[in-house]
């Protein structure tokens, strides 16, 4: 394809496009496997980390296991030092949890007080490398306003 002929070939791709799309179709970009609420992962967070491990190796084409969290409330955000954007949210009941979005230090979706579906994936976060004790966490996948 000649240079020439780029700005007119991008535009028609951008056209089209814009007709195929439909404004009540919303794909999912991030495919969630099952729901999960907080209550349910912090009843016994182990279990449930070391039972996706069963599903290994994940990969290209076999991606890990990924739960949906409906109705999150962002309780609270801040950066970390490393550069991560470190959430707590709160579903519910009451029950707080916190997430983790790497190598961002800000969503436009995740603002104090926003209710917010997410797709994440658990795991456990030890502070100390020679210490047992653990905290579960969220990696976040994806997230989404809750529409009403």
């Given at each position: 394809?000649?240079l020439?002929n780029l700005?007119?070939f991008?535009?028609?791709?951008?056209?089209?496009?814009?007709l195929q799309?439909?404004p009540?179709?919303?794909?999912?970009?991030?495919?969630?496997?099952?729901?999960?609420?907080i209550a349910?992962?912090?009843?016994?967070p182990?279990?449930?980390?070391?039972g996706?491990?069963?599903?290994?190796p994940?990969g290209?084409?076999?991606?890990g296991?990924?739960y949906?969290f409906?109705r999150?409330?962002?309780f609270?955000?801040?950066?970390?030092p490393?550069?991560?954007?470190?959430?707590?949210?709160r579903?519910?009941?009451g029950?707080?949890?916190k997430a983790t979005l790497f190598?961002?230090?800000?969503?436009p979706?995740?603002?104090?007080e926003?209710e917010v579906?997410?797709?994440a994936?658990?795991y456990?976060?030890?502070k100390?490398?020679?210490?047992a004790?653990?905290e579960?966490?969220?990696?976040?996948l994806?997230v989404?306003?809750?529409?009403?």
């Open positions: 394809m000649k020439k700005d007119s991008v535009r028609s791709i951008k056209e089209g496009a814009k799309r439909t009540d179709l919303k794909p999912y970009l991030v495919k969630p496997d099952t729901t999960l609420t349910e992962l912090l009843a016994d182990k279990a449930i980390v070391e996706q491990k069963l599903l290994e994940c290209r084409g076999n991606p296991a990924r949906l409906e999150m409330y962002v609270s955000t801040e950066v970390t490393k550069g991560h954007l470190e959430v707590t949210f579903q519910g009941d029950e707080k949890i190598f961002t230090t800000g969503h979706i995740l603002k104090d926003a579906n997410v797709v994936k658990p456990l976060y030890r100390e490398k020679h210490n004790d653990f579960v966490r969220l990696r976040l994806a989404s306003p809750v529409e009403r």
